[in-house]
């Protein structure tokens, strides 16, 4: 004779530790990470879009490597949060739903609120780690649609907190054993206490944050076990892509390469010794890639605004710049007027005194300010103007 299994109730957990008390101040970080990670985003995204109605600015030189590095970090420091609120507040899937069908259909839109803003969350938690790691095993666009999911989860993480706001304020005013809003059936000492919950989850979130940050903070990168690319690399700055993978091996190192600068009818040709010959500029600038990492260099190179004046191009055009690298998202970049105007952006020559190693761009690439690294092309073989 079997015993049919049942499906567990709300009366089926009994630890104190499912309580509104703790999942609101485990909320209240998860929160800030999630408006961090969502406002960098926002910034990220927009720095990358071909079309910027208000031009992406050039300074500070540091201002992506913050921001996207702030987005990686709270990112990061968001995982343990979650798995934590979620094992607090997981007895409410298994409530019934109430018998008056007004207050039936305001459970069913909340449950399908909170169903998209889990899913949504662990969609971008998941994929921002694999992004971290660059590797992506899935055949869709991670930028655009990493971007849509993040609407998706900040809309329904608003929702939430409007629907939740009483007992939140409430959880939060009352001492953190306050027992006023839990289950009552959640009556059972667990292993260890609220406070003792709490702090290990901190402890948590600040272990992420050390294990990983020293891809941006430098001063941590003994500490970020975990944090990828943080440092290693020619003069000190990590790579991507090589050479090899970008297949431009042959072409970089030929005898024949050559650089075209063209502006409508106007146009010149420049060997790199020709390029060498021009006058040399030096600047300290980072480069910030959208995994996380960041590293500044000394690039030594022509200003941009030099070849641009040799084809008689004027000021605030954009700029396209092409790779000798055949195929990538990322190829190809367009340089907006703001930047190429900018005095510190260079078509670089060399890195830290030493001329670039083919694996970052040899023989010349792009760098400038407050740019992201995916968009700093390596392998400069073409610069056109817009007309």
């Known amino acids: 004779m079997t015993t049919a299994l049942k499906a567990p109730t709300p009366a ?29 985003g926002l910034i990220s995204h927009y720095a990358q879009n071909v079309s910027q109605p208000i031009p992406f600015p050039t300074s500070p030189s540091w201002g992506y490597r913050v921001t996207q590095g702030l987005h990686v970090i709270t990112g990061t420091a968001a995982i343990p949060l979650l ?38 969350g662990i969609f971008l938690l998941v994929t921002g780690t694999l992004n971290v790691a660059q590797w992506y095993p899935w055949e869709f666009s991670y930028r655009r649609t990493h971007y849509a999911v993040a609407w998706v989860a900040i809309g329904a993480l608003v929702v939430h907190i409007a629907v939740k706001l009483p007992i939140i304020r409430d959880a939060l005013r009352g001492d953190v054993d306050d027992t006023t809003h839990d289950d009552p059936a959640a009556t059972r000492d667990g292993g260890v206490s609220r406070r003792g919950l709490l702090t290990t989850t901190w402890v948590a979130g600040g272990l992420a944050v050390l294990t990983t940050a020293g891809s941006t903070v430098p001063a941590l990168r003994d500490l970020s076990i975990f944090g990828v690319r943080s440092g290693d690399g020619p003069g000190g700055i990590p790579i991507n892509k090589s050479a090899v993978a970008a297949d431009v091996t042959a072409t970089a190192t030929s005898s024949s390469y050559s650089l075209s600068v063209v502006h409508g009818d106007n146009a010149v040709t420049l060997t790199r010794e020709e390029l060498s010959a021009m006058t040399q500029r030096t600047e300290t600038l980072p480069i910030a890639c959208v995994e996380g990492w960041s590293a500044s260099g000394e690039w030594t190179g022509v200003r941009l605004r030099d070849l641009l004046d040799l084809v008689g191009a004027p000021r605030d055009r954009d700029v396209a710049i092409g790779s000798l690298q055949q195929e990538g998202a990322f190829r190809d970049s367009l340089l907006q007027g703001n930047f190429a105007d900018d005095d510190r952006t260079l078509l670089a020559l060399q890195l830290d005194g030493e001329p ?3 694996d970052h761009g040899y023989p ?13 092309t390596k392998w400069v073989s073409t610069i056109e103007v817009a007309t």
């Open 12 to 40: 089926s957990f009994t630890s104190r530790l499912h309580s509104p008390a703790v999942a609101a101040r485990v909320g209240v970080w998860l929160g800030v990470c999630f408006g961090v990670a969502f406002l960098t």
């Open 364 to 376: 010349c690439r792009l760098i400038a300010p407050n740019r992201p690294g995916v968009l700093q």
């Open 356 to 358: 670039l190693s083919i």
């Open 83 to 120: 798995l934590v609120k979620l094992w607090t507040v997981y007895p409410k899937f298994f409530e019934r739903p109430p018998r008056n069908v007004r207050r039936v259909v305001v459970e069913v839109l909340e449950r399908v609120n909170t169903g998209l803003l889990v899913s949504a």
